[in-house]
């Protein structure tokens, strides 16, 4: 199904006496001004003026390009499940799976989306594959405490058939894990003080259990930019009290990644701790753990470095949110294109300056 047939699921919130543009035109344009580098309502009007030429090919546009407050009125008024299921169903259509699906779940601070208290900065949670490069789908909160609701949200929507979810210790949870496992998937979860009884028999088990040949190790060298690093990743059958079995009944094997990083003549050392509901196989799991950070490092960083969104200053939550949206659906756009090779920043540029590149991206 085509990006504008998938859009017409978008039901129109504006009353027919006030309708002027047509509302999947303002969609289609804000996601394709997104695409090719607008940052704001501004510049979403910007590129419609000069790209309205192009935007005819596949919309009617009767009444031209609507101005930078109609943009933002429409966006922030449309219903965020149906622009979700709207969007993330045409980017899942473009989706090509390979092998187990690994999705990452994380947050993200947009840090001038913020409205009357700057203590209540918009939180986006993002659903990541990090086998395709592609946001699956987001939700938001507008404070740092509530992402754990909003990420059990996403589970809710997420299909999760043979796919392992992996989390920061955030999301520890019982019920956390009781939704994916619910859902025919598993989960690698990071363990840390906000767990404190967990963590502490985790650690017990480990420092009993070094020696016995129940323990699976994995061992993974890097060298590079002046530094190595050696990571033992270590897992184990998840044996604990019946007290704690009883509390976290999902969880089969403990993980600890023991890191001994070299800058020059210094060595610090560094232990982290997983629970996860996965048999016991070191090397899988190595890889899973360093993959979850391929989130902060191809989604987070990319949206702040080439989309510039911590400089997105929108200080309605819903039109922030759609933004963070659009933006998510353009880079996974730009990360499924094999066909010009080129980086992320050049794709995007060529993306605002060459229309028949742009419809390549969109159309196919």
């Known amino acids: 199904m085509t990006l504008l047939k998938h859009l017409e699921i978008i039901t129109d919130p504006r009353k027919d006496i006030n309708i002027k543009h047509n509302l999947i035109d303002v969609v289609f344009l804000t ?29 009617p546009f009767e009444h031209g390009i609507p101005r930078r407050h109609c943009i933002a009125n429409i966006i922030k008024s449309l219903d965020s499940e149906l622009l979700l299921q709207a969007i993330f169903g045409w980017l899942n259509d473009k989706r090509q799976l390979t092998g187990k699906p690994i999705i990452a779940l994380d947050g993200k601070t947009m840090r001038r989306a913020w409205a009357d208290d700057i203590h209540k900065e918009l939180h986006v949670v993002s659903a990541f594959d990090v086998k395709t490069g592609m946001a699956l789908y ?155 950070w391929a989130i902060e490092n191809q989604l987070h960083w990319v949206l702040d470095v080439v989309f510039r969104e911590d400089e997105l200053n929108v200080s309605d939550p819903d039109g922030a949110k759609h933004l963070a949206l659009f933006n998510r659906a353009a880079l996974s756009v730009i990360k499924q294109h094999r066909g010009k090779k080129d980086s992320l920043v050049g794709k995007r540029q060529s993306a605002a300056w060459a229309p028949n590149f742009r419809s390549e991206l969109l159309f196919g």
């Open 138 to 292: 987001l939700d938001a909160a507008d404070k740092k405490g509530h992402e754990a609701a909003v990420a059990r949200d996403i589970i809710d929507a997420l299909a999760l058939d043979n796919a392992v979810v992996t989390l920061d210790a955030l999301h520890c949870q019982k019920t956390t894990m009781s939704k994916i496992i619910g859902k025919n998937g598993d989960f690698v979860i990071q363990i840390k003080g906000n767990q404190p009884t967990l963590l502490e028999a985790v650690k017990a088990e480990f420092a009993t259990r070094y020696d016995s040949p129940e323990l699976a190790m994995f061992e993974q060298t890097n060298t590079g930019h002046g530094r190595k690093e050696r990571r033992r990743v270590m897992q184990i059958a998840g044996h604990l009290l019946p007290e704690l079995s009883e509390k976290w009944p999902h969880i089969k094997t403990l993980i600890e990644v023991a890191s001994e990083r070299t800058v020059g003549a210094k060595t610090a050392c560094s232990s982290h701790w997983y629970a996860s509901s996965l048999p016991v196989n070191a090397a899988e799991l190595a890889d899973i753990i360093r993959e979850h």
């Open 31 to 59: 996601l394709s001004a997104s695409l090719s580098g607008a940052t704001g309502w501004k510049s979403i009007e910007q590129f419609g003026t000069h790209q309205l030429d192009w935007l005819r090919l596949y919309r």
